[in-house]
Structures are given as structure tokens and as C-alpha cells.
């Protein structure tokens, strides 16, 4: 797993609450094992219309949004069942941070597994960073200052500490045993 300091990135602003695993990528795509190729296929049926075609109006489609790192959304993120290939899509699209007031826990514990920062934020800020997606400008996450700058501005947010030092360390379950072990 890569290790995670710091990202800079226009943030990509999804006003929705309850997003599920199965809307960030549906059931059809969950035939690999692989954590790669599954970014094409992220919130597929937002992004693709019956046919296979782009839905122009949804941000992930639209420049600088298709670059983003960094997503904006509502409450209960990642809700529904507890399929890991909804961080392995987030990630393999880009996003390796998300913003929002809240998580469902099983997807909140699989970010952090899978280099993902989640960030738990209230409302009325996530809504104030909407407006840097709005315009285009870039926001900042530092992790090893547990901070968001935007601005002049400047957001602490909260984060266990261990769930802190493996993503900056860059381990996952695997690299944590391991490094028990030695």
C-alpha cells in the first residue's frame, strides 16, 4: 500500500446521503479479485446511461472532476453491504480521501485498509469546501497535521491514531502482521 502524507486536489462535490456500495460499484463488476481496473466502472450507473454511454452531467464525467482525489458527499457513506471492492474502485478511479459527515463502518475500516484518508467532517464545513469544488480551486489534506487548508483557512480534523500511522507508514492488515512479526 502506497503511503499517505499529503494530496492537493480540486475536490469532487457528490451532494448525496447514503451512498451504498452497490451505487460506488454494482454488483455486475464484482467478479475479480483484483484491485485494478475497477475505476471504469465506479458509480457506473450515475456515470453510463443504458446504453453505455457517458452521462455528461455527472462531475466524475467533467474535467477537473475526472482528476479529482479528493470527494465531497453526504451522510452514510458507503453504506449497504461490505464489499471491499468499493475502496479498491475509489482508489483505482484516483480518489484516495473522502469527506463526509459520516460512514458506514465496515466501509469506513476498509478505506484505511486500502490507502484511503476517510474524513468525517460536519456538514456545514463539507458544504463550505463544496464551494471550492464549485470554483475549481484546489483544496489541501495534510494527514500528518490532521488538517484540511483551503484558502486562507485551515480545518483540524479528527482521526484514531493507529488508523493515522498506518496510512502514513502505508500498511495494510498484511503489512501490519508482518511488521508485528519482525
Known sequence: ????????????????????????????????????????????????????RIIKNFILNNEPYSKSKILLSGKNFGCGSSREHAPWALSDFGI???????????FYNNCFNNGILPIILDEKLIKELSE???RKEEISVNLENVEIIYGNKKINFKLDHSKKERLLKGLDNIGITFKKLS
Not at 484516495?96 to 465496515?106: E, L
Open 132 to 134: 471550492y469544488s464549485k
Open 1 to 52: 500500500m502506497k503511503k499517505f502524507n499529503k494530496i492537493k486536489s480540486i475536490p469532487a462535490y457528490l451532494p448525496l446521503i447514503n451512498i451504498d456500495t452497490d451505487m460506488i460499484i454494482p454488483k455486475q463488476f464484482l467478479k475479480t479479485i483484483k484491485r485494478t481496473g475497477l475505476g471504469k466502472s465506479l458509480f457506473y450507473e450515475m456515470r453510463y446511461d443504458e446504453e453505455g
Open 96 to 106: 484516495t480521501c473522502i469527506i463526509a459527515p459520516s460512514y458506514a463502518d465496515i
